[in-house]
């Protein structure tokens, strides 16, 4: 496939139309392909790599804070690096086919460097710096919020270590202007010294979760990690109808 289809075809893959064609052509450069023709005279994309870079921490930054404002800064720093691994990145380079339109020197073809992670990465973060160049921040936001849209769909929230689940079920909540849940020892079992509680969480007369615990305390961030799983762990859609009734009732 010569360069001018390699092109087209990706720009139906990733969505967007440019107005320059150059910033993709760049984007897709491998320093392997160019050192190889330098004759040429192409630029290879690492300078794109480094601005991508910034243009997606800014949009990752923006989606988090946007959908997940129940979490700390602490958390937030969590998903943002697991969304901008080498692994996530590669992995949305291949759900755009930029292992099959990067441009790359006979010799990384040879190693397979279309199968690199830190390749796709790299060429990842550069076709986002070129439509970001290209068309300014909400073409690259309009491209890249579907895929983490599908990455954080994927995870569930117990792949994370949030230190406080009580305040983050609470705020999750209170940002679809729902009451605060409300906590309930339904029993407490075992000796003396060695006293196991079961709690259970609800949303109005919702039962969200039950949990139990050596202490209320611990058994009640066990209920709410157990309900933020339930509400995250199914791609926001587990609390939906019960959601609306309670709404409605209020």
Do not use: C, W
């Not at 139906?12 to 052509?25: A, E, T, V």
């Not at 320093?31 to 023709?37: H, I, K, M, R, V």
């Amino acid at each position: 496939m010569n360069i001018a289809k390699r092109l087209t075809s990706l720009e139906k893959k990733i969505g967007y139309s440019f107005q320059n064609l150059d910033y993709l052509q760049i984007a897709i450069t491998h320093s392997s392909f160019a050192y190889e023709n330098q004759d040429d005279h192409l630029s290879d994309n690492e300078v794109l790599e480094f601005l991508g870079d910034a243009v997606i921490g800014l949009i990752l930054a923006h989606y988090l804070v946007e959908n997940y404002p129940f979490l700390d800064e602490g958390d937030l720093s969590k998903f943002k690096a697991a969304a901008a691994s080498t692994n996530t990145l590669a992995s949305f380079a291949r759900g755009v086919s930029l292992d099959k339109k990067i441009l790359l020197g006979k010799g990384e073809v040879k190693s397979k460097g279309y199968k690199k992670k830190t390749i796709l990465a790299g060429a990842f973060e550069a076709v986002v710096a070129a439509i970001y160049l290209d068309g300014g921040l909400e073409p690259a936001k309009k491209f890249l919020f579907p895929l983490l849209q599908k990455f954080f769909q994927k995870i569930k929230v117990n792949d994370f270590k949030i230190e406080n689940y009580k305040s983050a079920l609470q705020e999750y909540l209170q940002r679809d202007k729902l009451p605060a849940p409300s906590y309930r020892t339904v029993e407490t079992s075992g000796p003396e010294h060695k006293k196991l509680f079961l709690v259970e969480v609800k949303l109005g007369s919702k039962l969200l979760a039950r949990a139990k615990g050596h202490s209320k305390k611990e058994a009640e961030q066990k209920a709410a990690h157990k309900a933020l799983k339930k509400i995250l762990g199914k791609k926001l859609k587990a609390l939906t109808d019960e959601i609306f009734l309670i709404k409605r009732k209020g």
